[in-house]
Each structure stands twice: as structure tokens, then as C-alpha cells.
């Protein structure tokens, strides 16, 4: 099965995230409330949880060695499989992250045994190995097989994302991009979209900050954020994911400032409901300011799509990911604002290799409650379209949007398009004119 080379996949830079919340460096085992700061702590399956948690005298359950860590703490896992369900509720800092990884002496699973889900279900399990609660902050989870996912919830996200949704149903576009940093590319006004929201659903919101995830496989559930900042996700294998429950890697709820980038995403089981259910790497619900770069995704089924912006996703940039054997590559679906798409190619596509807002190509004019606005469209390449029906390009509705240097084929155009394109902005390789269906 074909893959990346890592060189390829880490692309040039590093993004610069913010920082949310200033710490302390912790360089010794000093208790602190009963936790322990700057330790390393051992945990083995020959262990017991009686014991102080050295090398010596390992812990047993990695949740034990949860609950004692402070910041800057190190939990050492040794070689081993270890069935049991994980519940991070505390912090560690920025300076000071709690890490989670293997001791380096063998193979490290993590699994736990979770209720089924049925392919029907239309949102995300939260019965996952590694939970991480109430908006925890600062940990770091590397080198590590996790069977059944990882969960990350902020405090208050169920509150936030139902004020959105509400929005959304009653198709009140005016009152969701009154949130800070929503309707401009302005992410230092980003900063207040916290605060913003809890003055409109009258509770504390606590968004989980700095969580990284790096170099795991991760099978059976994906990842899924929710009210979640400045994380990353780096170089996980993410693969064989059961049906119902969710994306590979699904960042969602005013997520903001994630980087999202070398990880390999594929055999993401189908939903028998809709599409978003299967889709590779999906953001959605004004999760913005965003970075997904150098990512492989592939080999999804029936209507998966390798990269998707839903719901108010915007001023996110996709640039040198590559989806293969998928039936849609890349879609900017409802109401994605100023998302930028740049140097990703699709390969062996069955329906659409990138597509913008499909939905709405019955529309007269494009409508900022739904459409695609702002877009930047750059140097993307599809290849090795599969049948007769596969398009390179698809545009449903549209506005503001600036399309250069792409190699894309066969293109499909929204029934009104050629109408309205030039009126509302959009250019295409430096001109008006609007791209040619064929």
C-alpha cells in the first residue's frame, strides 16, 4: 500500500501556536497537593499500584500514574498491553506538559473494552480508551498503541456546540459569525470567541489547551476534539476505525490554532447515515485558524472524503496533503470562510477531488448562511481520476474566491454559477472568466 516518506510529510516549519496560559518549569519530584512534579514515573505490567511508581518499583495501571503526576511529570510506560479506560482531569502547564509515553523497552498498547456503537449514529463516541476531561491542559501522549481512541472535551463543549447548532437551525449566520475572529481573518481577535460564547449561554467555558498527540497508531475510534486549542497532532497512524464512531481525526467546536500534520489516516469503516461519519480529517463548528499540512489519507469507502471544513470552519489552511482511493478529496462544505487550499493533490478519486459546497448548486447566488466564501485555491493537482463520473472539480455555490494554478480536469459547475461569478468576486487563474465544465 502506497505511503509518504516521513521527509515528505514533515514539509517545511513549524506552525506558531499560541500559548493560553503561562506555567512553571518543574525540575524535581516534589509533591504538589499529592501529585508528584518533574517526576518520572514507571509503570509495568509486573507492578503494583501499592508501590512509589521508580523503575524498581513500578506502578501497575497507567491510571494510578495519572493521578499522581504534576507538571512536568513523565509517566514511563514499559512493554506490555494494558486493558483499562484512562481519565485525565488535571493540568499540567505550558512550560511544564504531563507526558504519556513509552518507557522504550517494547511495544506499549493501551486498549479498553467500550460499549458497541451502531453504523447509524450520527455523532461521535465519547466511549474511548484515553478521555480527556473537563478541559485538562498540557499533556503530551506519544509512542503509544491506542485501541479505541482518544477523546478530548472541554469543559462546557456540549453547551457551546448546541448554541451553535441552534444558530444553524434557525439559519441565523449573522448572530455565529458575531464571534470574535469568525467573519475576518483576525486571529488575535480569535482570542475572545471564549468569552464571547459564555456571555451568550451564561456559563464558564474551559477549552482544553495544549494537548499533543504524537507518533501513536491508534485503532477501533479515532481522535475527536471538542472545545480544544492549540493542540497537535503529529505523526500518528490512525487506521481501521469502526463504523459510528467517527473521523479518523475530527476537530470540532471552536477548536482554534491546532496543527494537524503528518499523520497516515485510512480504513475509516462506512456509516450507514452520512458521510461525515467516515471522513478522514474534519473540522467543523468554527473551528478556525487551523494548520493541515503534509497528511496522507487513504483508502476510504462508499461516500468518505479524504479532508472536510463543515459548519462555519474557516480561515483554515490545507496545504501539501495527499488523499488516494477516496471518493471526494478535499470538500469545503457549509459556510467555510477564507479556508486556504494549497499544493494538495488527490489521487484515484471516484466522485470529486476538490469540492465547494456541492450542496448548494441549485442556489441563484451564493448565501452566506451556507456557501463557500473567500476561499484560496492553489497549485492543487488530482490525478488518476476512477470512472466516467469522477470530476477534478466541483463547485456548487461560491463567492469571493480566488482559484490559480490548479490541475484539475474535468469540472462541474453549480446550475447558476457561470452567472454570478464574475458579480461576486471570484477569479479565476487572473481573470473573471469562470472555469469551463470541461
Request: contains cysteine; positive net charge.
Amino acid at each position: 500500500m502506497p505511503t509518504l516518506p516521513i521527509a515528505a510529510r514533515l514539509g517545511a516549519g513549524l506552525l506558531t501556536i499560541p500559548v493560553f496560559a503561562a506555567g512553571t518549569t518543574a525540575t524535581a519530584s516534589i509533591p504538589e497537593g499529592g501529585r508528584l512534579v518533574g517526576a518520572s514515573i514507571h509503570v509495568a505490567t509486573t507492578g503494583s499500584d501499592a508501590n512509589p511508581g521508580t523503575a524498581a518499583k513500578p506502578l501497575r495501571t497507567i491510571q494510578k500514574a495519572v493521578d499522581r503526576s504534576g507538571p512536568g511529570a513523565k509517566i514511563l510506560v514499559h512493554k506490555g498491553t494494558y486493558n483499562q479506560q484512562i481519565s485525565i482531569t488535571h493540568s499540567g502547564t505550558a512550560r511544564a506538559p504531563i507526558t504519556l509515553t513509552a518507557a522504550g523497552d517494547g511495544p506499549v498498547k493501551l486498549t479498553s473494552v467500550q460499549p458497541a456503537t451502531k453504523c447509524s449514529s450520527m455523532k461521535p463516541t465519547s466511549d474511548r480508551t484515553i478521555l480527556v476531561k473537563g478541559g485538562a491542559d498540557y499533556w503530551t501522549i506519544s509512542g503509544l498503541q491506542i485501541h479505541n481512541g482518544v477523546y478530548i472535551n472541554g469543559g462546557g463543549g456540549f453547551d457551546a456546540f448546541t448554541w451553535t447548532d441552534s444558530l444553524v437551525d434557525k439559519r441565523n449566520w449573522q448572530e455565529r459569525r458575531r464571534v470574535p475572529g469568525t467573519s475576518t481573518n483576525d486571529p488575535e481577535v480569535s482570542r475572545g470567541a471564549i468569552a464571547y460564547v459564555e456571555s451568550k449561554i451564561g456559563r464558564t467555558l474551559n477549552p482544553a489547551d495544549g494537548i499533543k498527540l504524537i507518533g501513536n497508531t491508534v485503532t477501533g475510534r479515532g481522535i475527536h476534539a471538542t472545545l480544544a486549542r492549540s493542540g497537535l497532532i503529529q505523526d500518528n497512524t490512525i487506521t481501521r476505525v469502526d463504523c459510528g464512531t467517527g473521523p479518523g481525526i475530527w476537530v470540532l467546536t471552536f477548536s482554534t490554532f491546532w496543527r494537524i500534520t503528518g499523520n497516515d489516516v485510512s480504513h475509516i469503516a462506512d456509516a450507514s447515515t452520512n458521510h461525515y461519519m467516515q471522513e478522514g480529517i474534519r473540522l467543523g463548528t468554527s473551528s478556525n485558524y487551523n494548520r493541515i499540512d503534509n497528511n496522507y489519507v487513504h483508502d476510504l469507502g462508499d461516500d468518505g472524503r479524504g479532508f472536510a471544513t463543515d459548519v462555519d470552519a474557516s480561515f483554515n489552511i490545507f496545504e501539501n496533503n495527499l488523499v488516494r482511493d477516496v471518493p471526494v478529496g478535499y470538500n469545503d462544505e457549509m459556510s467555510g470562510w477564507g479556508n486556504v487550499w494549497r499544493n494538495n493533490r488527490a489521487d484515484r478519486y471516484t466522485t470529486i477531488a476538490f469540492g465547494f459546497r456541492m450542496k448548494d448548486r441549485e442556489l441563484t447566488l451564493p448565501s452566506k448562511d451556507t456557501s463557500t466564501h473567500y476561499s484560496i485555491v492553489t497549485n492543487n493537482v488530482a490525478t488518476n481520476p476512477k470512472g466516467s463520473t469522477a470530476y477534478g472539480l466541483g463547485i456548487g455555490a461560491i463567492a469571493g474566491s480566488t482559484f490559480s494554478g490548479n490541475r484539475l480536469g474535468r469540472v462541474v459547475l453549480g446550475k447558476y454559477l457561470k452567472g454570478y461569478w464574475a458579480k461576486q468576486g471570484n477569479t479565476w487563474n487572473g481573470t473573471t472568466r469562470p472555469p469551463s465544465n470541461s
